[in-house]
């Protein structure tokens, strides 16, 4: 019997990389503006190398790129961008077709809902805020609330303990194989690997079942009850 369904935030519920290519692609235009003279798609790319060493949270972000091109901070260019950054973040930060109509559906056949995420704390919840989900889940677990990130087995057995469920109640639905899949399947979870937020060309998921519409869960949840 499923009792609840845990999800992985960014790029399972939300969008993340397009919100993040929308935001870094303003905030270069708004820093041109203000007078960067590095051509639009190599300070993309230099931002993004920055990301890829410091992790996609990275919050200085442009304190760095500023820094390691010129060697110091013109705080013109600076604001600008954040600014640039912040107007197009609002506007682009969506969540996948489906994501609310599935969700009021889980709830409404009086399953639990929780989030397990790697994201810091406050921009976990940030988001949720932002898309107007933070009153929807019973539990939210982020990178804080254990000090481990996925597949490590500590944030999803404190989303268990807190939803009071067993393991083999849950459905696990994420975007990342290696961290999501493995992580649930790990406790003895079910696994649904959502395929439409998959940035790694993953060929095997090794999940239970893969899903290309977040709205398939209605069926795996139907499915699993009958069984
Ligand atoms: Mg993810």
């Given at each position: 019997m499923i009792k609840a369904v845990i999800f992985d935030l960014?790029?399972?519920?939300?969008?993340f990389m397009a919100m993040k290519d929308a935001a870094i692609e303003s905030a270069v235009l708004a820093m041109t503006d203000a007078?960067?003279?590095?051509p639009k798609q190599k300070a993309k790319e230099k931002i993004y190398k920055i990301y890829d060493e410091e992790g996609?949270?990275?919050?200085?972000v442009f304190d760095k790129f500023l820094t390691k091109e010129?060697?110091?901070?013109?705080y013109r260019i600076h604001a600008a961008g954040i600014i640039g950054y912040r107007r197009a973040r609002e506007a682009a930060l969506v969540l996948y077709p489906h994501v609310h109509l599935t969700l009021m559906e889980l709830v409404k056949r009086g399953l639990k809902l929780a989030v397990v995420s790697d994201a810091p704390r406050l921009q976990a919840w940030l988001r949720l805020c932002q898309l107007n989900?933070?009153?929807?889940?019973?539990v939210v677990i982020t990178y804080?609330?254990?000090?481990k990130r996925k597949p490590d087995p500590e944030p999803f057995k404190n989303a268990l303990q807190q939803l009071q469920?067993?393991?083999?109640e849950a459905i696990m639905v994420g975007d990342w194989a290696e961290r999501d899949i493995v992580g649930a399947k790990l406790i003895g979870m079910k696994t649904v690997f959502a395929r439409y937020g998959?940035?790694?060309?993953?060929?095997?998921?090794?999940?239970d079942y893969e899903i290309?519409?977040?709205?398939?869960i209605l069926d795996i949840v139907d499915e699993l009850s009958t069984k």
């Open positions: 960014d790029n399972t519920l939300v969008d007078g960067l003279k590095i996609i949270e990275d919050q200085k010129f060697g110091n901070i013109d989900l933070h009153h929807i889940f019973d804080e609330d254990t000090n469920i067993e393991a083999e998959d940035r790694f060309d993953t060929v095997n998921s090794g999940a290309d519409d977040v709205i398939k």
